[in-house]
């Protein structure tokens, strides 16, 4: 189990983490998930032990984690979101080299490293120069090099940012697989439909709080329990001083109202009230509950993929 308590993180003025606190069990996949800026990679970061918070611990089963970093590190595989690779050296050396740094022997790192380039698909690009590597390449790359010493716990940081579906579902087996072996996985995302498919648990964090933890059900049953109504209204129409934010959520670009209803009828109501302010509707959906339902309830902001 990892709890992380009351951490807090400033960098000059801005307040990366304002008092963080989760807990994580073992075998499980948790996700943090939320919008650019909103302290993913600084929780990771301390969590790996790179950065030392200005308030709180990470403790691991019921020890902080900082009181034997080096035992901790022996623990996890760190992904960072940035890409940590030698650009010259082939994928093989590259991983190789982790395994050197973690000082496992010789013939057991090649073993693991030519499992790890099968089970991640790239073994035809093994020996190639990591130069030559498309983007999906290399994040599977950076991937392999936190497993090479078989760690227990998992961190990703946006494992998965600017790749194609069949790379991500790639990961995402992979990681199931490694989840059915026991391992812990931890993992931040921006994108909804990622946290939707993939977390046992999930963190929702903005402006470095967490603002809901649970279940991916359990949050949509909590906190999405009204009807998500999206109106479109022709923009042209819409002048400028009209308060729609009464309503709900008005996206001035995309001329969209999102509205919170308690019940069906309310749907009638709103398109009356709207239409004798002179809005034309272009077009209307009902959105089934989601996890975009639960942020935008939360924060009143769109999380965009
Ligand atoms: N090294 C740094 N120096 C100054 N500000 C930083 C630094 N790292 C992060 N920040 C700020 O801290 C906040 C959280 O950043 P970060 O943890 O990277 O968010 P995320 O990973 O969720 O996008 C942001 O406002 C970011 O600009
Ligand atoms: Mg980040």
């Given at each position: 189990m990892i709890e992380v308590y009351g951490l807090k993180k400033s960098y000059g003025e801005v307040k990366a983490l304002d008092g963080i606190n989760l807990k994580i069990e073992r075998g499980k996949i948790f996700g943090l998930l939320g919008p650019n800026g909103a302290g993913k990679t600084t929780t990771f970061s301390i969590i790996a032990t790179l950065l030392r918070p200005d308030e709180g611990d990470v403790l691991y089963n019921g020890g902080s984690i900082f009181s034997n970093v080096k035992n901790w590190r022996e623990k996890i595989g760190f992904v960072p979101q940035e890409f940590s690779i030698?650009?010259?050296?082939?994928g093989y050396e590259n991983v190789y080299l982790m395994g050197r740094l973690y000082n496992l022997p010789p013939q057991d790192i090649r073993k693991k490293v030519e499992e790890l380039f099968e089970k991640l698909g790239l073994s035809e690009k093994m020996?190639?120069?990591?130069?030559?590597?498309s983007g999906g390449m290399k994040r599977r790359l950076n991937l392999m090099m936190s497993l090479v010493h078989d760690p227990e716990i998992l961190l990703l940081d946006?494992?998965?940012?600017?790749?194609d579906v069949q790379t991500k579902q790639r990961i995402y087996d992979f990681l199931r697989e490694l989840m059915d072996k026991g391992k812990t996985v931890l993992y931040t995302t921006h994108m909804l439909k990622e946290a939707e498919e993939l977390f046992d648990v999930v963190g929702i964090i903005d402006s470095g709080k967490i603002v809901a933890l649970g279940g991916v059900e359990d949050l949509i049953n909590k906190y999405a329990d009204e009807l998500h109504v999206e109106v479109e209204l022709y923009r042209e129409k819409v002048e400028d001083?009209?308060?729609?934010e009464k309503f709900g959520v008005y996206e001035k670009e995309s001329g969209i109202l999102k509205v919170y209803l308690k019940s069906q009828s309310e749907i009638t109501d709103l398109l009356k009230k709207l239409t004798e302010m002179n809005f034309e509707v272009r077009h209307i959906n009902l959105r089934k509950p989601s996890l975009e339902t639960v942020f935008l309830k939360l924060t009143g902001r769109e999380l965009r993929d």
């Open positions: 030698y650009e010259d050296l082939t020996k190639e120069k990591v130069s030559r590597y946006e494992p998965t940012a600017g790749i001083g009209y308060e729609l």
